[in-house]
């Protein structure tokens, strides 16, 4: 059975930073490229990033450039979303999510497998 489990998330002032991490058991995690998105009350969830099965390749939504990196260990079976320098904006759930050999495109509907979430609160 497959799982998926973010951890990581908070309450953190402006500017501050937070480490997501993102668990999977249950599937060959290196052939999955696996995605950070997020939802915030009253909105669309929204890609945020991700990273290829292979690794190679990344993508960041445009308002977290420079400011979020993702990253993998397939050794622990984890994925990892750096984020520093937070905004209020940023604030929302955050969920980890698994395509087995997908695109790493930004897009969320061939994600098959999918976490519960962690809260990410950034406060002004």
């Known amino acids: 059975q497959v799982q998926v489990v973010e951890s990581g998330g908070g309450l953190v002032q402006a500017g501050g930073s937070l480490r997501l991490s993102c668990s999977a058991s249950g599937l060959t995690f290196d052939e999955y490229t696996v995605g950070w998105f997020r939802q915030a009350p009253g909105k669309e969830r929204e890609g945020v990033s991700c990273?290829?099965?292979?690794?190679?390749?990344?993508y960041y939504l445009d308002s977290v450039k420079g400011r979020f990196t993702v990253s993998r260990d397939n050794a622990k079976n984890t994925l990892y979303l750096q984020m520093n320098s937070l905004k209020p904006e940023d604030t929302a759930m955050y969920y980890c999510?698994?395509?087995?050999?997908?695109?790493?495109?930004?897009?969320?509907?061939?994600?098959?497998?999918w976490g519960q979430g962690t809260q990410v609160t950034v406060s002004s």
């Open positions: 999510a698994a395509d087995h050999l997908g695109p790493c495109i930004g897009a969320q509907d061939n994600y098959k497998y």
């Open positions: 990273i290829s099965w292979s690794g190679y390749t990344t």
